[in-house]
């Protein structure tokens, strides 16, 4: 090591630190009042003095109430990649659909982040979804390509049925999901037990698209489905960064 190498960390690389964990500290914050409180009664004045930085600090990082919130979501969603990725390699039949589906309605419960906006208000949602498209278009496309190659994977590994295009298995499965997961505050009274309800998503989905294959087939396809889910992982990490460049091109 030389002496440059060896010498401290200067006053700029010190200060991009401590941006990076003022920036957490207002996504942190702006988290949990999304749980406690719901998307519409929040303000960005709310997230300063929860976080312990001034307004116009959270305008430095992020430039729309929709923007700072939008990454909150992304950062709970890549937890739960993340989940999944570690799923797949601790145990290959993981990558079934079935057992996707199944871990996935989980998660989401587990996951107060995306139960305050999958099962708050309809606002919440479509604000959310605009900043997406308007400020990060390729995300929502990112992320079904990467289900999309998961079942590409299955089909050629014989996993999933092929009398139906990949596409419209897709689609088919997203609004299995979203649909057990959405009825939910719609029929409170009727919702089964998580892990009961949990049961039967993994029996829709094995019932629509599985076919029996050998295990050799699914160990097969748990490496591919893993780097699948990883390519993901480090896109969504790398968006909430992308979205404060997004406010600093805006302002120059």
Do not use: C
């Amino acid at each position: 090591m030389t002496d440059l190498d060896s010498r401290p960390a200067g006053p700029a690389s010190t200060g991009g630190r401590e941006r990076e964990r003022r920036a957490e500290r207002i996504l942190d914050a702006a988290g949990e009042l999304l749980v406690a409180w719901g998307y519409p009664r929040i303000t960005v004045e709310d997230v300063a003095r929860r976080a312990g930085v001034g307004k116009g600090t959270v305008y430095l990082h992020f430039s729309t109430k929709e923007l700072l919130f939008l990454a909150v979501l992304i950062r709970a969603k890549a937890r739960i990649i993340e989940r999944l990725a570690a799923g797949v390699r601790a145990d290959p039949s993981a990558v079934l659909l079935s057992s996707a589906a199944r871990s996935a309605y989980l998660w989401v419960h587990e996951e107060p982040i995306f139960r305050a906006t999958l099962l708050g208000d309809d606002d919440t949602l479509g604000a959310l979804s605009r900043s997406a498209a308007e400020n990060l278009p390729d995300l929502l496309d990112v992320r079904d390509r990467a289900l999309l190659a998961h079942v590409e994977v299955l089909r050629e590994h014989g996993l999933v049925r092929t009398d139906q295009s990949s596409a419209l298995q897709v689609h088919a499965y997203e609004s299995i999901l979203t649909g057990f997961v959405t009825i939910e505050p719609l029929s409170p009274s009727t919702v089964p037990a998580l892990e009961d309800n949990a049961d039967m998503i993994a029996h829709v989905m094995r019932a629509a698209f599985e076919l029996p294959a050998p295990p050799e087939s699914v160990r097969a396809a748990a490496p591919r489905v893993n780097e699948i889910y990883q390519r993901l992982l480090d896109r969504l990490n790398s968006a909430v960064p992308t979205a404060r460049e997004i406010h600093r091109h805006k302002r120059t």
